[in-house]
């Protein structure tokens, strides 16, 4: 039975007859059907009532007989989800502009509806595209009807209020499904000055089991350092990144992964997640759900109740989806030191800043310095690669490509695949970028390492590593830089042309 195409026809508004006394045993849909209960057919308040709405909507109606139940839950669906023509238009846009956004790869749409306009862009490998435009009335329109669609909201829209939603296909509405690999899209609805609004959807989506460590990005010394962890049985490891770093798609990556090599070697453990909400959908993990909270109180609560049951269920291996504050920190090393191997994620921008972060958000500073609970430190950031069909090498590149002979000059050292973005062809849609990579580094914090840090603080603790092997975010970079994989213009955002100078005769190439 589909429900979904057609609009319900709420028979208790209006001057519908005996519509309070029929409106349990009978639903109308504007697309002349309706279903009525099976032993009412003979109802004379039915008949009359159907007969009625003939009349009304000049033409027959299409009778269809369900079950009662069948009859509550389309009223039920009716009601809240009412929709008129309109609505129903706006719901196929909203579709539309999420497959649209699936289709071209986008991560994220942002909608800004400002006085007269409104501006919709998609960023595709971390770059935004030029804005569509929308009329502001229209766009105003799009996020209320976005808004009502979600699954997970709980306050009324309005464009004066920071909101959060999820949109998720929804069990009997068949139109509103996602095409393959988009589990759901949550959106933020921001107030900002001068009568906008700014709003901000981001795609989520299942983990790809085609997508390894390498595609990624990461190193082969880096991998081996998470197998070195993979046969642990207690420890943390923590993936650091600011947003859209792409850390809980590695997370999610290290532990599908760690969890194939398992089963391919005959060993199994179980698996088990905690998130707020859960992104992508792990296959083989069980993912608890912290349920949608009202307070900041609530939610610790709620958080530690997913927790103890999944440490009640005896699990090997257990994923925290973030630390963002006292509780989850507090609950992640518990985790931790009660015996399990626990993965999670942290806001951060460098890997030797994270155990300084544990220690700020309350955990014991002796149980992060003396202790070797914190095994793995993480940090990541998406750099765009270059399109292989159009980069072109900076040897053969023409003079005024917006470099300064210095630059030039230092770039040029770093050997012949040096490449910069070429014009653009079809296969990059015109960018000269096709897809990102990650840069990162990965540490192993070690006693020694740790003890290190604690005297010496977070920028020499960097030194340490990388003198022992563990190259840095910029070390990895320049790597890259080298091969060709990403544009020479991006090395001036991880360091000085001086830095390069000095740390490009340590730098071990590996290809
Ligand atoms: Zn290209």
């Excluded at 698996?271 to 083989?284: C, I, S, T």
Aim: net charge neutral.
């Amino acid at each position: 039975m589909s429900t979904s195409a057609a609009s319900y026809i709420d028979i208790a508004d209006g001057d519908w007859p005996e519509g309070k006394t029929c409106a349990e045993l009978v639903a109308l849909f504007d697309d002349g059907r309706a279903l009525i209960a099976k032993n009412q057919a003979l109802n004379p308040k039915v008949r009359e009532l159907l007969a009625f709405a003939e009349r009304r909507l000049s033409h027959k109606i299409k009778r269809e007989y369900v079950d009662h139940d069948a009859i509550v839950e389309a009223r039920k669906l009716g009601i809240a989800g009412r929709r008129s023509t309109d609505d129903s238009k706006m719901e196929s846009a909203i579709q539309d502009l999420i497959g649209e956004a699936q289709a071209l790869r986008a991560s994220d749409i942002h909608i800004k509806v400002g006085e007269n306009i409104t501006h919709v862009q998609m960023r595709i490998d971390g770059f935004l595209t030029k804005p569509t435009t929308w009329t502001a009335d229209y766009g105003q329109r799009f996020l209320a009807a976005s808004y009502s669609m979600a699954d997970i909201a709980n306050k009324a829209y309005s464009p004066s209020l920071y909101l959060a939603a999820r949109l998720a296909p929804k069990a009997g509405r068949d139109t509103w499904a996602f095409k393959d690999g988009l589990e759901a899209v949550r959106c933020q609805y921001n107030p900002v000055a001068f009568g906008i609004t700014a709003a901000f959807f981001r795609l989520l989506g299942t983990i790809d089991t085609t997508v390894t460590l390498e595609s990624l990005g990461y190193e082969p010394e880096q991998i081996a350092v998470f197998d070195e962890f993979a046969d642990r049985q207690n420890g943390l490891c923590v993936v650091s990144g600011i947003t859209g770093s792409g850390k809980s798609t590695a997370l999610g990556t290290l532990i599908t992964r760690q969890m194939r090599q398992e089963q391919e070697d005959g060993r199994r453990r179980s698996y088990f997640a905690v998130e707020d909400p859960p992104e992508r959908r792990l296959n083989g993990v069980t993912q608890l759900v912290v349920p949608n909270t009202e307070t900041e109180e609530q939610r610790e609560t709620a958080f530690a109740e997913a927790l103890n049951a999944a440490l009640r269920d005896d699990p090997d291996v257990i994923m925290i989806g973030e630390i963002r504050d006292r509780i989850t920190a507090k609950l992640t090393i518990r985790a931790a030191i009660t015996g399990h191997q626990v993965w999670t994620t942290l806001h951060c921008i460098s890997a030797h800043e994270v155990p300084l972060r544990l220690v700020d958000e309350g955990v014991d500073s002796a149980s992060i310095f003396r202790s070797d609970i914190l095994q793995v430190a993480v940090a990541q950031v998406l750099v765009p690669m270059l399109c292989a069909s159009c980069k072109v090498r900076l040897v053969d590149a023409p003079a005024d490509v917006g470099l300064s002979h210095q630059q030039r000059t230092h770039l040029a050292h770093l050997g012949d695949e040096v490449c910069i973005e070429g014009a653009g062809c079809a296969r990059c849609r015109h960018t000269g970028i096709k897809g990102r990579t990650v840069a990162a580094e990965v540490i192993r914090t070690d006693p020694a390492y740790l003890r290190f840090l604690e005297q010496h603080g977070a920028v020499d603790a960097k030194e340490f590593a990388r003198n022992r092997g563990e190259p840095s975010i910029a070390d990895i970079v320049v790597r890259k830089v080298m091969r060709g994989q990403i544009s020479a213009r991006v090395i001036s955002k991880f360091m000085s042309l001086s830095d390069l100078a000095r740390h490009q005769p340590s730098l071990r190439v590996v290809s």
